[in-house]
């Protein structure tokens, strides 16, 4: 009620009565699924505000800086109305800024930067060093993409190992010319390259080793095996960019560019020679995590997503959440048609080009969703 009244009187927007329901599911660590419109930034700061009054903290994560920024900045109003601060983890800031913001009552943030900070803190001798402080409560808006479809995907710090970086060159001018299925097998789900005999024989002649799997060609080996998948199975300008002579990976679930993180395991230093660049000096692992693990910390994880239902049994099973399917504030008159699907890529485009073109011409705007 204290919420509702002050997002009143500041925002001028009232919650409707099932973003109340939203805020209650939220608040009892249970996944709000709300259709796309109704509202799901105000739905939220009910939970938030109850939860701040303790002083532990509120995490809010959000799929990216532009969406965490716009929230903090909209409802740092409503909070700061009602006595709260609110802190905003974007990227670029110093460890005293982060502290500073996670020391606020309610911290919004992605969640990248929440987990390297975990990763990084958990790296620190010094315990008073440390950014983030206990993981009281999080929400996490999108909660399908990232504790389902992000949930194995580790986070890593790397930091500098002694490198051979003309290995790289050498390896690299002998992968062009070598033809799939004759000479390698790629498996597109997997993402993996296995090379044949005829392939294999080919390599060896081309690198002037008498066997490739001998213990002493062990490195190689490794080196072969990342070329490959450097050249086959990652493509330039969808999995990375080259920017100002250094390949930038592009995020696979956002499409944007994340400078500074390089694969392991020699695979960015296989890009960066496919692509005639200057190889860096490799990497190892120093801390790594995966989201599912991370966001486990929490005391209490709530989340919300238009489309959580459909994933109500893997929610239940790895994180105990429950979904709770909140009702649209009007009657929905949006028609959600069945799928269709198609023979052939190009038949399906083809359909979608009628479709803009129809909806256009009835002057219907159109959001062409991809993945």
Known sequence: AVVREASKRVLNMRHFDVQLIGGFALHEGRIAEMKTGEGKTLTATSAVYLNALSGKGVHVVTVNDYLASRDSAEMAQLYGFLGLTT???????????????????????????????????????????????????????????????EARTPLIISGPSETKTEIYVIVNNAIPGLQKDSDYIFDEKSRSVTLTEDGISKLEKR?????????HNIEYLHH?????????????????????????????????????????DGLHGALEAKEHLPVENETQVLATITFQNFFRLYKKLSGMTGTADTEAVEFKRIYNLDVVVI???????????QDEVYRTAREKFEIIADEISRAQTAGQPVLVGTV
């Open 207 to 215: 690198l002037a080793v008498d066997n490739l799997y001998e213990p």
């Open 87 to 149: 802190g905003l983890i974007v990227h670029g800031l110093t460890d005293t800024q982060r502290r500073e913001a996670y020391f606020s009552d309610i911290t919004y943030g992605t969640n990248n930067e929440f987990g390297f900070d975990y990763l990084r803190d958990n790296m620190k001798t010094d315990k008073s060093r440390f950014v983030q402080r206990e993981h009281n409560f999080c929400i996490v808006d999108e909660v399908d993409s990232i504790l389902i479809d």
């Open 224 to 264: 072969v095996q990342q070329a490959m998948k450097a050249h086959i199975a990652f493509k330039k300008d969808v999995d990375y960019v080259v920017r100002d002579r250094k390949v930038v990976i592009v995020d696979e679930f956002t499409g944007r560019l994340m400078p500074g993180r390089r694969y392991s």
């Open 327 to 337: 009702p649209t504030n009007r009657l929905l008159i949006r028609k959600d048609e």
